[in-house]
């Protein structure tokens, strides 16, 4: 007798987990004692650069051929290389046959050279909960050109899908609005990720009105293709967007939110279209709609340069307690950082995530977009850290500022990459606050 079939059923349940739908197929088969333990898969799984795993018309083979009672929890489908066309119904055989086994975990990782269109099937699934699309670039095709969201089924219902990612998506609008039929085919969606969207005859409205979403992330959304976007989500509590500014937000309802995440580009048009900023642009609804944060991370120059353009519009902020400003470089100009810092009574620790900001010309000048510092003296920053502290003239002399100016500080944590940039001199600068330490730890 084979020392596996005495172990104890959770013991061999775990061992065929890590089998594939072939090898599952042989091992049932092959024990009828084992068959029962197939009643649950957790994970099947084919990626193509796994030169062990064979052939992926084995492997649906494997799949097509499980015992009709098996259940199947999460499936995961990797092909890197160019999916030849050839293989969509083979793809298309083994997703449908994989949805009706109970599957709660969806994510399809496809390079697509041309044209490939989910089954019908998909779009009815009563049980899945988490779906991850990826289209992937396929070589000698046009980028987002493969992974095609086109014609829903009238009975198009997800009514247990709470988690939605779509990257490199193209919607072909030909016959009504594809992304808008999806969402709504959700009732109960609480994560949206949405990369790299592509539209062909978009005719989307730019309104997102999904009442129970809880997090929302847009990367390369192409909001410029639309003119107005509407945000009409109360229940989100996350919001990260890196993407360019359509020219107008009609409303935007984020009052439960509490976290944000920005990285915000003008495209050349709108620089200038919105000079000068007369208060009456509607963009600024999604930098008002932002109030009620409590954590909040601006990325980069072209998002300083946006907020300072808005400077007018930034709401207070009553409940932010935690900021980050991630640099490019010590050459990234924070004009926006004093119009934040005023409308931020509870501020208690900001995080400079790269090089603290100085002329690199002129390091022993302030620049004179952080007038003079004054700002600093009426702010509650009780924690303030740098992530990449080199020791330049520059720094330290900008470092003063804050130390000095701080009257609540208690701590300041700099990271440098090395420790001979950081001279024991610069723990003996002058500090507004008598309880402030500096800590310093290094990478090497």
């Known amino acids: 007798m084979d020392r596996i079939s005495n172990l104890p059923k959770e013991v061999i349940r775990r061992i065929v ?13 092959l024990s009828k004692k084992w068959q029962n333990l197939f009643t649950i898969i957790p994970k099947l799984q084919f990626d193509d ?70 089954p019908f099937e998909f779009f009815t699934c009563k049980t ?3 779906v991850e699309l990826e289209g992937r670039y396929a070589a000698g095709f046009s980028y987002g050109k493969g992974f095609v969201v086109d014609v829903l089924p009238e009975n198009a219902f997800l009514p247990a899908l709470d988690t939605l990612t779509l990257s490199v998506i193209q919607f072909n609008d030909l016959r009504g609005c594809a992304f808008k039929k999806l969402l709504s085919a959700c009732p109960v969606l609480k994560e949206l990720t949405i990369f790299g969207m592509r539209w062909q005859r978009p005719k989307w409205s730019g309104k997102l009105c999904i009442p129970t979403l809880q997090r929302l992330i847009i990367q390369d959304f192409h909001p410029s293709q639309f003119t107005r976007v509407t945000l009409d989500t109360p229940s989100l509590t996350y919001f990260e967007c890196s993407d360019a500014m359509p020219d107008e937000y009609s409303i935007v309802n984020l009052d439960f939110l509490v ?58 902020f009553e409940n932010l307690y935690h900021l980050t400003i991630r640099c490019d470089d010590e050459e990234d100009c924070m004009a926006f950082l004093p119009y934040l810092l005023k409308k931020s009574p509870n501020l208690e620790t900001l995080v400079i995530d790269g090089q603290l900001h100085y002329n690199e010309e002129q390091p022993e000048f302030v ?78």
């Open 367 to 444: 620049c004179n977009c952080l007038l003079g510092y004054s700002f600093l003296l009426s702010c509650p920053i009780k924690v303030l850290q740098i992530t990449d502290y080199r020791g330049t003239i520059g720094e330290v002399d900008q470092l003063k500022h804050f130390i000095e100016k701080l009257s609540c500080l208690k701590l300041v944590k700099l990271h440098s990459c090395d420790r001979s940039d950081v001279d024991k001199q610069h723990l003996m600068i002058p500090k507004a606050s008598s309880k402030c330490k500096i800590k310093v730890t290094f990478s090497s």
């Open 17 to 29: 987990s890590f089998l594939s739908a072939k090898e599952a197929v042989f091992t049932s088969i």
């Open 128 to 130: 899945v909960v988490k």
């Open 259 to 316: 976290e944000a995440k920005l990285h915000l580009m003008f495209t050349d048009g709108q620089y200038q279209y919105y000079i000068p900023y007369d208060g009456s642009v509607t963009t600024t609804n999604l930098i008002k709609g932002l109030g009620n944060v409590e954590i909040m991370e601006i990325l980069f120059q072209n998002t300083f340069v946006a907020l300072y353009y808005f400077r007018e519009a930034i709401p207070v």
């Open 49 to 118: 650069t796994d030169e062990i795993q064979g052939s992926f018309s084995d492997f649906v083979d494997g799949v097509i051929s499980l015992p009709s009672s098996t259940r199947v929890n999460k499936f995961y489908l990797r092909c890197r290389d160019r999916v030849d066309p050839a293989q969509y119904d083979l793809i298309n055989r083994c997703l449908c046959d994989v949805l009706k086994r109970g599957i709660l975990d969806l994510k399809l990782d496809i390079g697509i050279g041309r044209h490939y269109y989910l």
